[in-house]
């Protein structure tokens, strides 16, 4: 673990780093969590050892924002880059087993939000292509109560509606609308849905 941040927060608020865990906080990262718990290399079973790392790093001048409940179970990392904004609605929202999350300009996920294994979301083509030299960024929104299935890729300028359902192994580069199951390579709507638990 590795301190560079001391955080001042409420009193309905915590921070729990669990072992096997890397953390890094830029002493210039604006950091705000509002309430609930942010928890970093939670496990589903307390007495299975963690066989991954989670790593959980915010560099210079960036901003973080959660306003609840969030975890990041074993070996889910969030990255925010330099200027970046990540903001977590919290409310029991997830990032599941081995899942990334890389923040290059700004992402949002909402409440209640179930994001799965190996799930990779970025806002970012990483890359400097054809000789641009500036890094193709634009934000990723998120919705409330969505749920993202296994081995999916959410690309760069994605919006995706409270209540879709993102299948597994889906590779989303373009918006999902509200209540709506998407699934394919690239991802395409399935059917609308009412409602899921």
């Known amino acids: 673990m590795f301190w560079r941040y001391r955080l001042h927060l409420p ?18 990262a604006d950091v705000k969590i509002d309430s609930g718990e942010l928890v970093v290399n939670d496990s589903w079973f307390p007495t ?11 560099d210079q001048n960036s901003a973080f924002i959660c306003e609840g409940d969030f975890r990041l ?5 969030i990255y925010v880059a330099p200027g970046a904004k990540l903001v977590l609605h ?22 209640r939000c ?8 970025a806002d970012s083509d990483s890359h ?32 995706i509606g409270s209540g879709a359902v993102v299948g597994a192994g889906s590779l989303v580069t373009k918006d999902v609308p509200n209540n ?5 390579n690239p991802a395409k709507p399935i059917k609308t849905i009412e409602n899921w638990e």
């Open 128 to 159: 400097c292509i054809d000789g641009n030299k500036n890094k193709v960024t634009a934000p990723v929104i998120i919705g409330d109560h969505v749920w993202i299935g296994k081995n999916a890729t959410i690309l760069k300028g994605v919006t």
């Open 48 to 58: 299975r050892k963690r066989r991954y790392i989670s790593e959980f790093r915010l």
């Open 11 to 28: 009193r309905n608020a915590s921070f729990h780093i669990c072992p096997h865990s890397i953390v890094s906080i830029d002493k210039s």
């Open 90 to 111: 919290g409310g029991w929202s997830f990032l599941n087993t081995n899942s990334t999350l890389n923040c290059f300009c700004h992402i949002e996920i909402g409440k």
């Open 180 to 184: 709506t199951v998407v699934a394919g």
């Open 73 to 77: 179970f074993q070996g889910a990392s």
């Open 114 to 121: 179930s994001i799965s294994d190996n799930v990779c979301i």
